[in-house]
């Protein structure tokens, strides 16, 4: 038999002895003799913020301090003498009596988590230590628990494994993307060689040499439209923003063919009620909710329904979404397809992940989408349960302002050279010998010269230069502005196989100077000279705004 206050002395902790000692006082009643000691240490269980918790070895509560009425939300006089079980969600009844048989066989039980329920039916989490209480005899008679509640700190915990997780996974995409646009880059260089050296063969050649001439032509435009894609997710292709209404993309997918589609997939679209304003490329809109809906379709082999809505919604701080505070746009695409894996999930938005067969999928559609949507201030998150379905959501600042009229780009007219005269720098000699080729051969004079031959070049009568961005030496922005020191009126074009945005921010290139981008067609390349050149454009640098 412990005598009381040696059993205080060995007290954990947990505070087994204190509460063996409170247990004793609710049990039987306050005797005479208590020290005063004693009270202290009452007042100090029954003040303490963790929950201090006594009950019989058949379950029914004895104890019950001040921290467990602020935990669960209980008085002690409303509790007391009810079964403790009462405090624990539906079903853990056996697990509770499997401890107390523990604890009246004399053994002590540490739960690093466990789960409550409150009065209002919320749950928390606790960190448990059950003790068992003994009488003078040293027979167990009870139990006690300290309790404390960890549920703010697991979450915090969650909160910060999720951003960390976010994070690696935002970097891993980062050094993809530059990876992919580094090779798309290269690859446009020589696309643009393909193209349009198989455009000038194709009017020299016919018959049997035509039709080999136009299938390189064809695998060189899926090659360029691959590539197109790869610079998409590396953020580094030039987009021509609108202001367009989200429902209006919305309603037009409403008209994808059932081909498109599949027979036994149901589409449904419910557009915000309002309009939705964001500034995006609209047919980059239609490409992200082309992507999704093929991709729902694709999850959905037995058929199924595909619901794409928009609707308008206010992040304030702690949403758990990496963007700033303020209005978006919101478009969600749900399927009730297959799901996804956590291993999938984790990968999605990777270029080249696929799930699908070789000749179903190339893996490039949500890298493409995470690009467009990154590129334009946005997030794109999903929830995705195996066999029930996934959702999209897709969140786009909103614009202020009315959706711009969405009337087509005007056609680019390809006016003739007449004569003028169009200075050529570009390492590349392909590619320059390109340029050159196209220009002569549509009414321009061309004079191809190296970055090194900058400070002697002939300016008479050049009405136009035509340079790279990136030079091996210096760049193509720092050379024209060398040449108009000598020619002031001098008008620029830059080409370059990098995003106009990025270009534009990093040489601090006005918005009037155009780029064109590789791989060009001939026909792009002359629209773009063209435009250069209009009368209305004054200058070639600095003083187009
Ligand atoms: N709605 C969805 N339901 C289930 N899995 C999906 C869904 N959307 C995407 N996935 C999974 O993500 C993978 C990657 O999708 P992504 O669109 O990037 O490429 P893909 O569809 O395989 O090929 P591509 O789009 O280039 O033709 C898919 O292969 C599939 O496993
Ligand atoms: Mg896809």
Known sequence: MLPRVSALAAATAAGAGLLGWLTGRYLRGPAAGYTQEREMLAAVADQSADAIIACTLDGTLTVWNSGAEAMYGWLAEEVLGTPFRGILPPGAGPALDQALAVLAAGGHIHLEESRRVRRDGSTLLVSVTVSPIRNEQGVVVAAAATERDITEKRRFEAEERQAMERSVRAARLESLGQLAGGVAHDFNNLLAIILNY???????????????????????????????????????????????????????????????????????CRPCGETVPVRANRGRLDQILLNLVINARDAMPDGGVVVVET?????????????PQGRYARLTVSDTGTGMTAEVRDRLFEPFFTTKPADRGTGLGLSTVYGIVGDAGGHIGVDSTPGVGTTFRILLPHAAGRADRADGQPLRACPSGDGRRVLVIEDEDYVRDLV????????????????????AADLTDVALLITDVVLPGRSGPTVAAQLRTRCPALRVLFMSGYSDTELRRRYDIPPATRIVQKPFTAVELLATVGEALAPHLVGGLGDQS
Do not use: C, H, M, W
């Open 198 to 268: 198989a455009d000038f063969l194709a009017d020299e050649v016919t018959g049997d040499g035509a039709a080999d001439l136009s299938r390189i032509r064809d695998a060189a435009d899926r090659a360029r439209s691959l590539t197109g894609q790869l610079l998409l997710f590396a953020k580094r292709e030039p987009t021509q923003v609108e202001v367009v209404d989200l429902n209006e993309v919305v309603t037009g997918s409403g008209e994808l063919p059932a081909r498109t589609i599949g027979a036994d997939i149901r589409l449904v």
């Open 436 to 455: 050159v080729r196209i220009l002569q051969e549509n009414g321009y004079r061309t004079t191809a010269i190296s970055e090194d031959a900058v400070g």
């Open 311 to 323: 609707d308008l919604v206010e992040l304030r701080g702690g949403s758990g979404v990496p963007l």
